[in-house]
């Protein structure tokens, strides 16, 4: 049965995560279901597009009435469909993006397109229910490693971006020579707990003194020089030290140009967000550095920092103009809406 609130479909499938969630009032998340591939991709040792795309076609429908069935409701019930359409693997989007387009058809339900990062900041609003921009925001994730003003729920500025790789991406690629397995941030995170995080002294890397940009690739480099000279040397390497080591590098330099881009916009607010948000280092040193500024730190739970829909819909609510509060002010995209791998903010 429905009462009154608004409720949004949303719909994820931007990289190897099928997801569907319901979320009422763009905050009230009731029900996230997320069908992961990592398992499949395991084996390969990394994400394969073509074999991420098929489980996506064989999972969507099923994980969409899934989502609808813990919520409690019927497709009837739902107000809005919001879908990922951009960023990420070209495939991988379709799926999602075709699977929303059909649902809108057959039901008149209005659809909007979703930039994925967008979804990933959404995610601090369904954690924290009275967060409103303007804030900072850190988006950590295995693609992007940006800091942005958020100036309004559809305003946003990037300040800094990584020039080479994501910081989830030196993750994954360090986690793979230390022969830890994937995906590579969390099995670096569990490993790192067993060592110590001063063992090696990996650079970091915080390019010109003004610059809000990362640069990881020379840190992943350090690394794989470090393991080949001793190796070449016959020492024995101590896995949890360098992987430690490794992380501590990641987020001081995180840390570092967060404390810089707070000391220059003024912004008395850090949201954090995307999978590598869930690191427990970085977590816990950004918490520290938002209480010795006096800034208020907003993290979403783990579940909601990787890949998930329920972001996605948060997101969907706000792009269509929040459409429980402001009445007729919906922005919807049409049935042209189409999948951008390289979708821009
Ligand atoms: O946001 P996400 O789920 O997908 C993208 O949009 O990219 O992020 C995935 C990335 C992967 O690189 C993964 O290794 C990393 O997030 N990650 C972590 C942790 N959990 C996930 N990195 C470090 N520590 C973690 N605990
Ligand atoms: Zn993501």
Same mark, same amino acid.
Do not use: W
């Given at each position: 049965?429905?009462?009154?609130?608004? @409720?949004?479909?949303?719909?994820?499938?931007? %990289?190897?995560?099928?997801?569907?969630?319901?979320?009422?009032?763009?905050?009230?998340?009731?029900?996230?279901? !997320? *069908?992961?591939?990592?398992?499949?991709?395991? !084996?390969?040792?990394?994400?394969?597009?073509? #074999?991420?795309?098929?489980?996506?076609?064989?999972?969507?429908?099923? /994980?969409?009435?899934?989502?609808?069935?813990?919520?409690?409701?019927?497709?009837?019930?739902?107000?809005?469909?919001?879908?990922?359409?951009?960023?990420?693997?070209?495939?991988?989007? &379709?799926?999602?993006?075709?699977?929303?387009?059909?649902?809108?058809?057959?039901?008149?339900?209005?659809?909007?397109?979703?930039?994925?990062?967008?979804?990933? #900041?959404?995610?601090?609003?369904?954690?924290?229910?009275?967060?409103?921009?303007?804030?900072?925001?850190?988006? /950590?994730?295995?693609?992007?490693?940006?800091?942005?003003? !958020?100036?309004?729920?559809?305003?946003?500025?990037?300040? =800094?971006?990584?020039?080479?790789?994501?910081? =989830?991406?030196?993750?994954?690629?360090?986690?793979?020579?230390?022969? +830890?397995?994937?995906?590579?941030?969390?099995?670096?995170?569990?490993?790192?707990?067993?060592?110590?995080?001063? *063992? /090696?002294?990996?650079?970091?890397? &915080? @390019?010109?003194?003004?610059?809000?940009?990362?640069?990881?690739?020379?840190?992943?480099?350090?690394? &794989?020089?470090? +393991?080949?000279?001793?190796?070449?040397?016959?020492?024995? #390497? %101590?896995?949890?030290?360098?992987?430690?080591?490794?992380?501590?590098?990641?987020?001081?330099?995180?840390?570092?140009?967060?404390?810089?881009?707070?000391?220059?916009?003024?912004?008395?607010?850090?949201?954090? *967000? $995307? $999978?590598?948000?869930?690191?427990?280092?970085?977590?816990?040193? @950004?918490?520290?550095? %938002?209480?010795?500024?006096?800034?208020?730190?907003?993290?979403?739970?783990?579940?909601? %920092?990787?890949?998930?829909?329920?972001?996605?819909?948060?997101?969907?609510?706000?792009?269509?103009?929040?459409?429980?509060?402001?009445?007729?002010?919906?922005?919807?995209?049409?049935?042209?809406?189409? *999948?951008?791998?390289?979708?821009?903010?």
């Amino acid at each position: 049965m429905k009462d009154q609130k608004h @409720l949004t479909l949303g719909i994820e499938s931007s %990289c190897d995560e099928t997801s569907a969630a319901v979320v009422a009032d763009g905050r009230e998340v009731l029900s996230n279901i !997320i *069908a992961s591939q990592v398992p499949t991709h395991k !084996i390969f040792g990394g994400v394969v597009p073509e #074999i991420a795309s098929r489980h996506h076609l064989e999972n969507v429908n099923p /994980v969409i009435a899934m989502a609808l069935s813990e919520a409690g409701v019927a497709l009837s019930d739902i107000d809005l469909i919001g879908v990922t359409n951009g960023p990420g693997l070209v495939g991988a989007l &379709l799926v999602g993006v075709a699977a929303a387009k059909a649902v809108s058809f057959a039901t008149g339900i209005p659809l909007v397109g979703v930039h994925h990062i967008r979804g990933h #900041i959404a995610a601090n609003f369904i954690e924290e229910k009275d967060l409103e921009p303007p804030f900072l925001a850190l988006v /950590v994730s295995g693609g992007h490693t940006h800091i942005m003003e !958020i100036r309004g729920y559809n305003d946003a500025v990037i300040l =800094g971006r990584t020039r080479d790789d994501a910081a =989830g991406e030196a993750f994954d690629k360090v986690a793979r020579v230390l022969g +830890l397995g994937y995906p590579g941030g969390p099995l670096i995170d569990r490993a790192a707990r067993g060592g110590d995080p001063h *063992a /090696v002294e990996f650079k970091r890397v &915080l @390019l010109e003194k003004d610059s809000l940009d990362f640069s990881f690739s020379g840190t992943k480099t350090a690394v &794989l020089n470090y +393991l080949n000279h001793e190796k070449a040397l016959g020492h024995t #390497i %101590c896995v949890p030290d360098v992987a430690a080591s490794f992380q501590k590098s990641v987020v001081d330099t995180i840390v570092t140009k967060a404390e810089h881009a707070l000391e220059r916009t003024g912004y008395g607010t850090l949201a954090l *967000a $995307g $999978g590598v948000a869930s690191n427990s280092l970085l977590r816990e040193s @950004l918490r520290a550095l %938002c209480v010795k500024r006096s800034v208020r730190f907003s993290c979403p739970a783990p579940v909601l %920092c990787t890949d998930n829909a329920a972001m996605i819909a948060c997101a969907a609510y706000y792009k269509a103009g929040a459409p429980k509060t402001v009445r007729g002010g919906a922005n919807f995209d049409g049935l042209g809406l189409d *999948a951008d791998p390289n979708l821009p903010l």
